[in-house]
């Protein structure tokens, strides 16, 4: 009887636990605006429309989760990242229309935004003229950080 009851209970214990996590396993996370601060330059995260996060689940550890005030931020920091291309590392960004967290590596990008670090882009789910893709995304944040982001540079 005991360990039938115990059989049915680990069940009903683990649902429990799981439902109550903050953390779903995948996805991005509840940012807490205005005292998170961003992984990379400490600047705390405050604009609701351009944030990123880095979700890492290594198969041997524990899941980790980096938040960035820029999109920029995420990019230049996983590129020194030994996981920076694990298929199960992820990355999210807001819709810099809606605030809701994106995809970052199926979102569109738009330039001329105003972002905390001034890397300039906007993420959004569908493509617009002049949009460009993850990757033309990555090669735009690089050639800002080169000449404008030099940090510790006189």
Not at 32 to 53: G, V, Y
Not at 78 to 85: I, T, V
């Amino acid at each position: 009887m005991k360990k039938i009851f115990c059989q049915l209970l680990l069940p009903i214990v683990l649902l429990f636990i799981t439902a109550c996590s903050d953390d779903p396993g995948t996805g991005a996370i509840v940012v807490e605006w205005e005292q998170d601060a961003c992984r990379r330059c400490n600047m705390i995260l405050s604009d609701r429309f351009h944030a990123a996060q880095v979700r890492h689940s290594p198969v041997d550890g524990p899941t980790e989760i980096y938040l960035f005030d820029d999109i920029g931020c995420a990019v230049v920091w996983l590129e020194d990242q030994a996981w920076k291309d694990d298929p199960a590392t992820e990355i999210w960004v807001n819709d810099y229309k809606t605030g809701s967290w994106i995809d970052a590596r199926k979102a569109f990008y738009v330039t001329g935004q105003q972002t905390p670090m001034q890397y300039g882009l906007g993420a959004q789910l569908e493509a617009v003229p002049g949009s460009v893709g993850f990757e033309t995304a990555r090669v735009h944040i690089f050639k800002v950080d080169r000449y404008f982001h030099q940090h510790g540079a006189r």
